[in-house]
């Protein structure tokens, strides 16, 4: 059993920067695509980010692209989401999860989650 525990969200104004650790309880994550949602209230959780097991390979939402960066550190079980030029619309709880086998968008494919960080931009 993979536990996944995110940490770095906030309360910030627009345009600042937050970076997101998740951090992960076996080394078993790190042969694990890894991948970063969100969910705002009365919203559909929504794809962010993924990264291959290796870091070598990542691919983002157009929501998000140029934006947010994800990567990960191994040797430290921790993948992070570096967030610049926040928007009040980027206010949501957000999510890592593990994947099963492939990096992927679907939510479906992903078989641990965490429990989420609150991330609130205010205009």
């Known amino acids: 059993q993979v536990q996944l525990v995110e940490s770095g969200g906030g309360l910030v104004q627009a345009g600042a920067s937050l970076r997101l650790s998740c951090v992960a309880s076996?080394?078993?994550?790190?042969?694990?695509?890894m991948g970063w949602f969100r969910q705002a209230p009365g919203k559909e959780r929504e794809f962010l980010a993924t990264?291959?097991?290796?870091?070598?390979?990542?691919y983002y939402a157009d929501s998000v692209k140029g934006r947010f960066t994800i990567s990960r550190d191994n040797a430290k079980n921790t993948v992070y989401l570096q967030m610049n030029s926040l928007k009040p619309d980027d206010t949501a709880v957000y999510y890592c999860?593990?994947?099963?086998?492939?990096?992927?968008?679907?939510?479906?494919?992903?078989?641990?989650w965490g429990q989420g960080t609150q991330v609130t931009v205010s205009s």
């Open positions: 999860a593990a994947a099963r086998s492939i990096m992927s968008t679907d939510a479906r494919n992903y078989d641990y």
């Open positions: 076996a080394r078993t994550s790190s042969r694990s695509p």
């Open positions: 990264i291959s097991w290796s870091g070598g390979a990542t």
